[in-house]
T-cell receptor, first 112, second 116 residues
Framework: GNSVTQMEGPVTLSEEAFLTINCTYT??????LFWYVQYPGEGLQLLLK?????DKGSNKGFEATYRKETTSFHLEKGSVQVSDSAVYFC???????????FGTGTSLTVIP | NAGVTQTPKFQVLKTGQSMTLQCAQD?????MYWYRQDPGMGLRLIYYSASEGTTDKGEVPNGYNVSRLNKREFSLRLESAAPSQTSVYFC???????????????FGPGTRLTVL
């Protein structure tokens, strides 16, 4: 079946540090992969996505590359800001069926 | 556009009480979803509706019912609330009738429910 595993948090970084949040997946076929971000007290917002192998999704300085050979979609940012403090969710949708599968979320706190 | 709206934002119930969570979207999306979010569990799908007139169970449907009232609205009902249903509930919608690559879900702000 389909599933997503992402690194457990919480993660605490200083401003301008490099961020990596690991995400690996299990899926049949060719899923689409997503990163969502949830700011305190809000719903989830799409951060970036990739729909096929070797695609790179990017937005607001965040990037993730769809690696089929390692079944991974790690989130990276070169220089985090305090405003990036949030919970980040990795997710996938398979190429059949109607369900999204979410990881458990990784809480990021950036301190000045 | 308001996107996905949910009411109420907060609710406290006593065990055994019933209530309905309302969700509406103004993006003309075909599919709608209800999730619950619990600490350390991520998001778990309760029910979804791939299109108007259809509903299907997700991962954790027990204790819930849903109604896809029309294309815009998808409600979640707790008939007899239990403390285990204390959670944050999110409604989401997406465009595709049949899942396609990159179909994106858009989320509402959530309903924080406490069952005493």
């Amino acid at each position: 079946g389909n599933s997503v595993t992402q690194m457990e948090g919480p993660v605490t970084l200083s401003e301008e540090a490099f961020l990596t949040i690991n995400c690996t997946y299990t899926a049949t076929g060719y899923p689409s992969l997503f990163w969502y971000v949830q700011y305190p007290g809000e719903g989830l917002q799409l951060l970036l996505k990739a729909t096929k192998a070797d695609d790179k999704g990017s937005n607001k300085g965040f990037e993730a590359t769809y690696r089929k050979e390692t079944t991974s979609f790690h989130l990276e940012k070169g220089s985090v800001q305090v405003s990036d403090s949030a919970v980040y969710f990795c997710a996938l949708i398979g190429n059949t069926g109607n369900q999204f599968y979410f990881g458990t979320g990784t809480s990021l706190t950036v301190i000045p | 556009n308001a996107g996905v709206t949910q009411t109420p934002k907060f609710q406290v119930l006593k065990t055994g009480q019933s209530m309905t969570l309302q969700c509406a979207q103004d993006m003309n999306h075909n599919s709608m979803y209800w999730y619950r979010q619990d600490p350390g569990m991520g998001l778990r799908l309760i029910y979804y509706s791939a299109s108007e007139g259809t509903t299907d169970k997700g991962e954790v449907p027990n204790g819930y019912n849903v109604s896809r009232l029309n294309k815009r609205e998808f409600s979640l009902r707790l008939e007899s609330a239990a403390p285990s249903q204390t959670s944050v509930y999110f409604c989401a919608s997406s465009e595709a009738l049949m899942r396609g690559p990159g179909d994106t879900q858009y989320f509402g702000p959530g309903t924080r429910l406490t069952v005493l």
